[in-house]
């Protein structure tokens, strides 16, 4: 180890080469990563992955086995169809479990500055309120579209693999299902963020954020309920992020119609994001 | 290094800065005022975090009243009052962070993160979190980060804040050797008079967003020069008690002594004045001004 002396070293020259954005949000990466929750959301992804890709092999070789022919009949009663299977890659089992950990992580993004009172420091630097809001959102908007990546991408290479063109997952699946995580990366991000800045630590801030779910979820319900029209669900984040792979792998019978879930979802993202902007304003910076 | 002219600087419709005209010179600059006096409203704006509504006013050359402000703040470092450190991460990092985030390449954060933390007297325990920090540990680390760009100005909220006497003296040296090895300007926000004094040069004083005294330390001083502490013989009768009026005003410090302050700042007076009404003087001293004096008395009416 070296020894340095008790004294200064000269001034270093400062010549910044690499945006504030990307060096705040490795930082906050690095933090996130050392999080053991980050283990137990693993472990519940890889079962849930685990699952979908023995859906797949199974539906293989009950369609290539001849001997496997009743049996065929009866899977194909239970065993969800092409087009339903592939809009449930993303649904609503392992997107409980992703709300739940963005609610967790996204949720002290910016709550655990307010906690630590870091963000009056982070301003004394050259860092702008854009380059703190980017720096969190690229990390809001990114946890969950790589989380639901894999989701995507494994079962059609697999299917691919395994069954060719004809298998039970569409060849298409990426094009239909990376829009739909865009979007869903982009209603949770937006929402966290939003209710991120709202509260005053991280335990706050999930709070804020399950709250949110349960009643938008609780109202749309209701709404539904009087007017008896399903469209007023889409007041609920959980069923905008439950809708957008079934309206775009068209399995609409099932989901909330495209009108009032891109509607719901553009104001839901505007205005979480504008909550986010109001409450890191720099001249709020509390010093 | 800083100037204002009729600098003012409002939140809505509150004045928080009015008028400001002031020259500050490099060096330790102490900045006193009581709560709501506008010091966190004037460190904020020459951060660039408040933008002036009226007047102009330049930092290290640079106009807050231009975007150009935003860059001044890669040569600014600011120590915070509160514990601004990032608990589950260690010293070590963590100022190496800040230090990204001034300018500093990744390899020089890293090397001038382990050289500030020494500086500062953070040795091995640099690469522990700073959770397990006591607070003496903590204010240093909060000093490390605000230099490790090794910056032109740096700005010290209450350093001194919950240290014992070793621990602030230690803070107070470090506050010195920022200035002299560094060079770089200091400007210490504190409630502790004490600190304030042993390290300054120089002394703004602000109450309701306004300067009531600024200058160097001694011209201050200066200005509040008719103090004197006078020793009788015998203690006074209430009657002789009144006649001080006939010089100054009398206050009995307790001390078996009293302080007066006179009209006139003549060392002479005392002495005629007990000749005149016949009792013995035995000790006339000329009082060193003390910075809590200075601050009331500059609250209640301006110095300059």
Known sequence: MPI????????????????????????????????????????????????????????YLLNTNPQLGQLKNFADQVMPQPAIFQASLLDSSMLFFLWLQVALVNGALISRDTLYRIRPLVYSHPVSQKDYLSSKALIAFGIPFCVQLPFILLPWLISILVAGSSGPVWVTAPLLL??????????????????????????ASLGWIIGLLLMSSALGGILSGVFENFAWMAISPIALTESWSKILCGVEKTAIPFLPTAIATGIHVCLWLYIAKRRTLPSEAVI | MISFHNLEVRYGATVALSGLNLSLEEGIIGLLGPNGSGKSTLIKTLMGLLKPYRG?????????????SFSL???????????????????????????????????????????VLFFAGIDEARYRNVSGYSTGMRQRVKLAQAIVHSPKLVFLDEPTNGLDPMGRRKMLELVKKVRDELGASVILASHLLEDVDRVSDQLLILDKGEVKAHGSM??????????????????????????????????????????????????????????????????????????????????SRPLN
């Open chain 2, 73 to 115: 703040r890669s040569s600014i470092g600011y120590m915070p009052e509160y514990d601004a450190l990032i608990e589950d991460v260690s010293a070590y990092e963590q100022v190496a962070f800040w230090g990204e985030l001034s300018g500093l390449n990744r390899e020089q954060a890293r090397d001038r993160s382990h050289e």
């Open chain 1, 178 to 203: 990376i829009p739909a995580a865009i979007l869903n990366s982009t209603i949770m991000g937006s929402i966290t963020l939003g209710a991120s800045s709202l509260a005053g630590s991280p335990k």
């Open chain 2, 56 to 68: 102009s006013g330049s930092v290290l050359g640079t106009p807050l009243e231009d975007d150009a």
């Open chain 1, 4 to 59: 340095y002396a008790p004294t200064l070293p000269p001034r270093p020259s400062i010549k910044p080469d690499k945006s504030p954005i990307l060096v705040m949000a490795r930082f906050d990466i690095v933090r996130i990563f050392r999080l053991k929750m980050g283990r137990f959301f693993g472990y519940v992804y890889f079962c849930v992955l685990l699952v979908k890709l023995v859906i797949i092999y199974v539906n």
């Open chain 2, 218 to 299: 001694s011209s201050l001083r200066q200005v509040l020069s008719r103090c004197f502490e006078l020793r009788f013989l015998e203690p006074l009768t209430p009657e002789q008690e009144a006649r001080i009026a006939e010089i100054g005003t009398l206050r009995d410090n307790m001390n078996g002594m009293y302080d007066v302050e006179l009209k006139e700042a003549d060392a002479g007076i005392p002495f005629k004045w007990a000749e005149s009404i016949g009792v013995v003087l035995v000790q006339v001293t000329p009082r060193h001004d003390r910075l809590d004096e200075i601050l009331i008395r500059a609250i």
